[in-house]
């Protein structure tokens, strides 16, 4: 939207008031051969809303308008497109990580904007929930709790920062609330945040998203999704689990400032490109980007894809 000249308090607002916009963006990323889509949604649930000032109960129709504009584009294509109804984190802490509801979110409140959005994208007909730039492993419990209702696949996503163990040396990808890939799993498989048992079960895909490292160009981008990728297959594979496919879309590289002070972010499409023969050997299935990633980087990520030799 930004490229566009397209500022808004909340960028799900552009369902309503830039719907042409939406749908031409959505058709750029299909063109650039896009098998799958994300729809307008990230930031539009009653939570993100209030805290741009905005009308809480348009929620559910933004959400709807989202669906169907990505429905356009898909149909104006004539390609086989999926759409993931993206489903981001609340705006802040949650009770579940801050311990309390003096400077977190109500669980109970995290829980009812994600049943709100959640529920409306699988109503619109998304074809699978996109769980993603989850913070917090428990809040991904909590959204998974309320996806599995609708019988669609799930995928969750988190987003995750370099850390160092002081005493083996070793690197460990853990997000802002320091859940690490294998703490992703341990929350999904207790029955904290379940209705009914493990979590793990309505999960179809499991990846890892964004990526807010700054001073790193080794865990940044591609490199990020990679090694993230490595981790969460080490932690898969140390408890048994399979059958669950893995997905990495991250940012394009680090964001910075150009001379205009416009965000550019320093990853090209052919040097993202260049990595993904060695993301699908890590074991990713389905690869995309995140921010800064334009329809150029895509079709040079289908391009590696289509020349990859397993």
Sequence with gaps: MFARGIELTNSALANELHPAAVVDIHSDYINAGAEAIGTNTFVASPLHLEMAGQDVLGAQRLTRLAV?????????????????????????????????????IPNDDAREAH???????????ADFLCLETMFSAKEAAIAVDVARETGLPIAVNLTYKWTKERRTGNVIYRTDWGNSPADLLEILVSDEFSSDGSLLDAVSIIGVNCGAESRRDEHTGMPYAIAGIQQLNTALAETGINGKWMMAYPNAGMPKLDENHNTVYTQTPAEMASYVSTLIEAGAYLIGGCCGTTPKHIEAFHEAIASHQP
């Design 68 to 104: 169907q504009h990505a429905k356009a584009a898909v149909a104006q294509s004539g390609k086989e497109v999926y759409i993931a109804g993206s489903v981001g984190p609340s705006p802040g802490a949650i009770e579940a990580d801050s311990g309390d509801t003096t400077f977190g």
């Design 115 to 125: 049943k709100l959005v959640i529920h409306t994208l699988a109503e619109e007909g």
